[in-house]
């Protein structure tokens, strides 16, 4: 009898495959522990990647060129 389990996380299309249990419901527990192993590094990855994304793009203004300009009267 074959005990193995095959979990797909559908929105991001990652799956696995768990054969190393005795019983399929330790298979399943297994696969989804495995599961949101893999989205999570996905999530972490993609932070990261647009962490980078805005360091980067502050590497673009320059100083002395005013964004907006703020006039008060000095009474």
Known sequence: METAVRAIHIPTNIDVYVSEMRT??????KSIERLKEKIDQLNSQKDLDQEIGRWL??????RGNAMRIFKRSLS
Not at 24 to 29: A, D, G, R, S, V
Not at 57 to 62: F, G, H, I, T
């Open 57 to 62: 793009s502050n590497k673009q203004l320059e």
């Open 24 to 29: 399929q419901i330790e298979n399943k527990n």
